[in-house]
């Protein structure tokens, strides 16, 4: 299982961001809603895993991740915010 907090360029949670998870060929395989407080959770076998976020209003980022064994796994997300003209 994936655990993680997805937060600003502050450090502040980002509650409603959209959580992806692509596989090591970066298909799509789950998706799930961040809480008010930013956390989510989404379960994961071992390998290599992008954890991608993006929020409509803020903007989004990634983070890689790579789980060798069962267990609990942490990994937060940093979400860039989106300047002009993107």
Do not use: Y
């Not at 992806?20 to 989404?42: I, N």
């Not at 076998?45 to 609990?72: L, Q, Y």
Request: aromatic share 6%.
């Amino acid at each position: 299982m994936i655990v993680g907090r997805v937060v600003d360029d502050s450090g502040q949670p980002v509650g409603g961001a959209f959580v992806r998870l692509l596989d090591a060929s970066d298909e799509f395989t789950a998706e799930v809603v961040a809480s008010r407080t930013g956390e989510f959770r989404v379960f994961a076998s071992p390998g290599s895993w992008t954890v991608r976020a993006r929020s409509s209003i803020i903007g989004s980022g990634d983070a890689v991740i790579a789980p060798v064994g069962p267990g609990i796994h942490q990994v937060d997300i940093k979400i860039t915010t989106w300047t002009a003209g993107c």
